[in-house]
């Protein structure tokens, strides 16, 4: 069974290969919407390849999919029976060291971009850069400037706890954490330990905890239990309200995909293998697919879970963010009882 019609869907990350079976899957899901990646080592031009690509898509596909730069274009995707695609970045290398193409980027309808994936740039530190982390630099600072007046949501999941702990003393707006998971319940560099989870919740931001197998207690034998588990650890850690789904599926892509985005700048050194992997990262069974995610409200709701705390988790949090960074937009988009609406 997937999502209802009624049920607000969000995907804080997805990485898949895009095209139109993707598409459909995600409307096989009832996604409402999804922080789709466009770019993770891309520079300006093949960044705006990609972006160009995706608005060719939303002319080939009205049926199936809608551009999002606002949250009243989450709700019109709803009443459509379309997914949003809100056009996200995993790292800053699309900047080619221009502040400037920010903005431009921002009028493409960026509105999700993650500081660092993995390893140091020209903004501060990723989590698994072995020299260390250095904080943000002052390129860096004028970037979270930049991307708070621009109304740009910062993502810090693949960014060290050094650069993170700084981007949170310059920023003016919110922060997110698309796709990670706790530390305090499973020790691996791409989870966040507990007072970093704490600060963004404390700063009204949200933290989507993936269900990839490798950042969860069972390794590649976790199940779903140990995904609502560790849901669950990060509700009770920093409350209801700032807990999000940020799947980062990889549907339909090979090893050559996942080899490339392990390595620094893309060809350079692997500090992490991806092992045996061959179609996708590792996933608890029952929850491989983009489709699988429009199952997860009866799951947890077979798991006692409250229609109120579905309804925030699966989508309402995000909402919440997005309204309050995104620049221009109105807060006329309520979550009201076990559903949501347009004022």
């Not at 804080?12 to 598409?23: A, D, I, K, N, Y």
């Not at 850069?129 to 740009?152: C, H, P, Q, W, Y």
């Not at 489709?291 to 579905?310: C, F, H, K, N, T």
């Not at 997005?322 to 009201?336: L, M, N």
Request: proline share 3%; glycine share 12%; charged share 20%.
């Amino acid at each position: 069974m997937t999502a209802s019609a009624d049920q607000l869907l969000i995907d804080g990350l997805l990485v898949s290969r895009w095209g139109p079976e993707t598409f459909a899957e995600m409307r096989k899901a009832g996604l409402t919407a999804a922080n789709c990646t466009c770019s993770v080592w891309e520079g300006f031009d093949d960044t705006m390849a990609n972006l160009a690509r995706f608005l060719t898509w939303f002319r080939e596909y009205p049926d199936l999919i809608r551009q999002v730069e606002s949250v009243e274009d989450i709700a019109a995707a709803r009443a459509a029976g379309q997914t949003g695609v809100i056009f996200g970045f995993q790292n800053t290398s699309a900047l080619d060291g221009r502040l400037s193409n920010l903005e431009i980027f921002h009028k493409v309808g960026v509105r999700v971009v993650q500081l660092t994936y993995n390893y140091q740039n020209e903004i501060g530190t990723g989590c698994y850069e072995a020299s260390g982390d250095g904080g943000l630099t002052e390129f860096g600072k004028a970037v979270v400037a930049e991307m708070n007046r621009l109304g740009i949501l910062i993502d810090l999941s693949h960014v060290g706890l050094a650069t993170s702990e700084d981007v949170l003393a310059e920023s003016s707006s919110p922060l997110a954490i698309t796709h990670t998971a706790p530390a305090g319940l499973h020790a691996h560099p791409r989870n966040k330990p507990d007072g970093l989870l704490r600060r963004i919740a404390e700063n009204g931001g949200v933290v989507g905890i993936t269900p990839l197998s490798w950042f969860l207690p069972g390794g590649e034998d976790s199940t779903l239990a140990d995904y609502f588990d560790a849901l669950e650890y990060a509700i009770d850690l920093v409350g209801e309200d700032h807990v999000a789904v940020g799947t980062d599926i990889t549907e339909g892509h090979g090893r050559a995909f996942l080899d490339w985005t392990m390595r620094n700048r893309g060809d350079g050194p692997a500090l992490v293998d991806v092992g045996d992997v061959a179609d996708g990262f590792p996933m608890p069974a029952g929850l491989e697919r983009i489709a699988d995610v429009g199952r997860l409200a009866d799951r947890l709701s077979e798991r006692g879970w409250a229609s109120r705390r579905i309804d925030k988790v699966l989508g309402g949090n995000w909402l919440r963010l997005f309204g309050e960074v995104w620049a221009g937009v109105t807060d006329e988009v309520a979550i009201t009882g076990d559903s949501w609406a347009t004022r």
